[in-house]
């Protein structure tokens, strides 16, 4: 079990303090850290997310949830001790203590999974989730 890998990318995305969000060259140096495309799981790391600041992964094909899919991802879920919390995307959170650990979004013309970076079975949740979920 492994965590993912693109800690150091994440990271550089970050502002190191408030005072860097005003600084328009300051921007321009962390978007030179985009040029490379880091991957998980064989996944492609397309960005992160606006509010949680998750790194987030393209699924190589389009999502629509339906009974089975949703009925499969649960039992996913709770292989790795989780449950699912359905709000406007399905998110997966730790029995104990109610971290999210991932989300899966389908609002757009491809699926992405949002995957926690330091959860310690990260690359191995997401391969799984791109199997599980694949149509």
């Known amino acids: 079990m492994t965590k993912l890998t693109v800690g150091p990318w994440v990271a550089a995305q970050k502002l190191s303090s408030k005072d860097l969000a005003l600084d328009r060259l300051a921007f321009l140096e962390r978007t030179l850290n985009r ?27 389009v999502l629509t949830w339906t009974d089975e899919n949703t009925r499969a991802l649960e039992a996913l879920a709770a292989e790795f001790d989780c449950f699912v919390e359905y709000g406007a995307y399905p998110h997966l959170k730790q029995h104990d203590g109610g971290q999210e650990v991932a989300a899966v979004q389908d609002w757009t013309t491809f699926g992405m999974v949002f995957m926690r970076p330091g959860y310690e079975q ?12 694949r149509p």
């Open 122 to 133: 990260g690359e191995e949740l997401l391969a799984r989730l791109a199997d599980t979920l």
């Open 35 to 61: 040029a490379e495309t880091p991957t998980a799981a064989g996944l492609p790391l397309i960005g992160l997310g606006g509010s949680c600041g998750k790194p987030c992964f393209a699924l190589p094909y």
